[in-house]
């Protein structure tokens, strides 16, 4: 395989999308700096030890990268305080571009990451801010969802009956490649959906059509996700990922956007196929898998 003389950092190299970007990086024969706060090994790339709250970790991590892939700082309600200062010094190093994971539930300019993709463009001549919709991820693993099913057959939300275009961390990773590695990078945020909108009961059909074990949907109020959630992190934080859900239910994610294939050549992958490929490998959907990082 041909290594490429461009360098890229991958910040949270361990996690969801950062590992999948890694590898597809890696599979395609560029260089890679594997970001995380333990220095994780990925095959392929070079291991870093790197921490948005520890600005030693920031230099070193940056030697030779001239292009950047961010993942915010988990939990934090104000992520811009720590990842502007990087951003600047990672301009100051020789990034020219930048590729951001924001969220589709918030704009530029709008709270928490948004602050970020707001200043994105002033800070790099080649930028991309990706927007995904809730992840398919989000049902297995270590996550709420995941883990609730597996020890009470439920998924608990306040999304209601609302209806999300759910998108397959594979698909992100995907479309993160070609904005890193393209000719020129998209220069524009990109709203990131899957196939189709599906509510939480269709979730829950799927899963128990898949899987053969049943799973049901329990609608919850705002205030009673918020105190569910509030258990594992700080009650702001909570508020907010409640508050997603509640505008989930006003109809805020029922949408779907062409992004994927438009990017990749290749349409997006249903949540059944994803089910359904996650199922195969040793039966292991419905069973705890280790945590590969946040997926929203």
Do not use: C, K
């Not at 990842?83 to 589709?104: E, I, T």
């Not at 998209?186 to 909108?197: M, N, R, S, Y």
């Amino acid at each position: 395989m041909t290594v490429t003389g461009t360098t890229t950092l991958v910040v949270g190299a361990t996690g969801t999308t950062g590992g999948r970007i890694a590898a597809g990086l890696v599979a395609a024969g560029h260089r890679v700096r594997a970001a995380s706060r333990r220095a994780g090994r990925i095959p392929g790339a070079e291991p870093v030890r790197f921490d948005w709250y520890a600005p030693s970790t920031h230099d070193d991590a940056l030697v030779g990268a001239e292009r950047v892939y961010l993942v915010p700082p988990v939990g934090d309600p104000d992520p811009a305080a720590v990842m502007l200062p990087f951003l600047r010094r990672a301009r100051a190093a020789g990034v020219h571009r930048a590729v951001l994971l924001s969220s589709s539930a918030i704009p530029e300019g709008g709270p928490g990451v948004g602050a970020v993709h707001g200043a994105l463009p002033g800070l790099f001549d080649q930028w991309a801010v990706l927007r995904p919709s809730w992840f398919m991820q989000n049902f297995t693993g270590t996550h709420t969802h995941a883990r609730s099913i597996r020890a009470e057959g439920v998924i608990l939300t306040s999304a209601g009956p609302g209806r999300v275009g759910f998108v397959d961390a594979d698909d992100i990773a995907a479309v993160a490649v070609r904005a890193l590695t393209g000719d020129r990078a998209p220069d524009a945020d990109l709203v990131l959906t899957g196939p189709e909108a599906l509510s939480h009961d269709d979730v829950a059909r799927i899963l128990t059509e898949v899987t053969g074990t049943p799973v049901t949907h329990r609608h919850l109020t705002y205030e009673q996700m918020r105190d569910r959630l509030a258990a594992t992190m700080p009650l702001e934080f909570a508020g907010m990922l409640a508050g997603l859900e509640r505008a989930i239910a006003q109809g805020a994610e029922d949408r779907t956007t062409d992004t994927v294939q438009r990017l990749t050549g290749r349409p997006p992958h249903s949540f059944r196929a994803v089910a359904e490929r996650e199922s195969a490998v040793d039966g292991t959907l419905l069973r705890a898998a280790p945590d590969i990082g946040p997926t929203r």
